[in-house]
C-alpha cells in the first residue's frame, strides 16, 4: 500500500494503492523487450513501477500536473522519462507505423472518453493499449449494437479497435476512492485495411445519428437536411424506421462511405 498527498479533483487524481491491480493491468499489454510504451497520467507511479519492472524498451509518462510529473522524472529509471503535459494536447499522429507504441494508463475520468477516442483514431501505430475509465464508460466502449450503452462512442472506439471489458475495480482500491466502480479494458487496434477510410463523415454522422437516438433514421436524416441518406439505407438494406442503436459499425461504414462521396449534398443540408 502507498500513502499520498492531497488529490486533486479538478485532475480526476483517484491514485491506485494495490500493487497486485497495476501488475494485472500492465500485464493487459503484453509487453516485449522491444516495445516502447507510454504511459497517461502516472501520477505517484504505482503502475508506472508495474511497467518499470516488466519488459519494455522505452518508457514515456505523460503527466499533467507538475508535482507528480516532476517525482516521476526524479524517480525514473533508465529507460522511463516522465514529460510535463497535457494528454489532451499530446499529437497522436506521432505514432506511427513506422514508429509504433503501446499506450496504457488509469484515465482520469473527465478526459478519458476525448482521450480514447483521439488516440484510437489519429494513433495509426497503435500496437496495444490497456485503459482503467470509470464502469459506466467502459461499458459504452464496448457495447454491442441493440443494447442500451451502445452510442457514438461505442461505433468509434470499434471502428479503430476491438475494446474488451477485462476486469471491475471497486472504489476501496484508490485514495481517495472515486464514487462509482472503474472498468479496465484492453484494445488490440484492427488492421489498417479496415478502419474507417472517411472519418469526418463517420464522425458527422454518429453526431448526427446520436444526437436523437431514440427518433427513427429516415426522421433524423430529414430532419438534418440530409434525405439523401434515404438512399443509402436503401442501398444498405435499412429500413428508416430503425433507430441508430440497432445500427452495426459495419453499417455505419458503409453510411459514411456514402455520406463521404456526396460532398454538395451535404454542404446543401448544411444549409437547410
Ligand atoms: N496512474 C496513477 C495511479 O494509477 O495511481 C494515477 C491515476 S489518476 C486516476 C489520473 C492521473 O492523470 C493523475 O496523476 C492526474 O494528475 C493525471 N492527469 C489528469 N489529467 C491529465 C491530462 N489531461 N494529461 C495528462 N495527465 C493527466
Redo the contacts with the bound molecule.
Keep these: 500500500m502507498y500513502d499520498f498527498p492531497k488529490a486533486?479533483k479538478s485532475?480526476?487524481?483517484?491514485?491506485?494503492r494495490r500493487e497486485e491491480i497495476c501488475l494485472r493491468i500492465a500485464a493487459l499489454l503484453r509487453a516485449h523487450d522491444t516495445d516502447n510504451i507510454l504511459e497517461?497520467?502516472?501520477?505517484?507511479g504505482?503502475?508506472t513501477r508495474a511497467l518499470e519492472i516488466g519488459p519494455h524498451a522505452r518508457l514515456l509518462l505523460?503527466?499533467?500536473?507538475h508535482h507528480?510529473a516532476v517525482e516521476r522524472q526524479l524517480l525514473a529509471g533508465p529507460r522511463t522519462q516522465a514529460v510535463l503535459?497535457?494528454?489532451?494536447r499530446f499529437d497522436w499522429q506521432r505514432i506511427s507505423a513506422q514508429r509504433p507504441w503501446k499506450i496504457i494508463?488509469?484515465?482520469?475520468y473527465n478526459?478519458a472518453s476525448p482521450l480514447i477516442w483521439d488516440i484510437v483514431s489519429q494513433a495509426s501505430g497503435l500496437q496495444r493499449a490497456a485503459f482503467m475509465v470509470q464502469k459506466e464508460v467502459g461499458q459504452r466502449l464496448a457495447a454491442a449494437p441493440g443494447t442500451r450503452h451502445y452510442g457514438a462512442l461505442s461505433v468509434w472506439t470499434q471502428s479503430y479497435a476491438r475494446p474488451r471489458i477485462e476486469f471491475s475495480v471497486g472504489p476501496g482500491a484508490f485514495r481517495p476512492p472515486p464514487k462509482v466502480d472503474s472498468a479496465v479494458l484492453s484494445f488490440e487496434p484492427v488492421p489498417p485495411e479496415q478502419r474507417p477510410a472517411h472519418p469526418e463523415a463517420l464522425a458527422r454522422l454518429l453526431r448526427v445519428c446520436f444526437q436523437q437516438r431514440r427518433k427513427q433514421l429516415g426522421g433524423i436524416f430529414r430532419k438534418a437536411g440530409l434525405a439523401f441518406m434515404l438512399m443509402a439505407l436503401d442501398e444498405a438494406g435499412l429500413t428508416y424506421n430503425l433507430r441508430p442503436e440497432a445500427l452495426s459499425v459495419t453499417d455505419f461504414g458503409r453510411l459514411s462511405s456514402f455520406f463521404a462521396a456526396q460532398p454538395e449534398r451535404v454542404r446543401q443540408g448544411d444549409r437547410a
Design positions: 486533486k485532475l480526476g487524481q483517484h491514485f491506485l497517461i497520467g502516472p501520477g505517484p504505482a503502475l505523460l503527466e499533467k500536473d507528480w503535459m497535457d494528454a489532451l494508463g488509469n484515465l482520469p478526459v
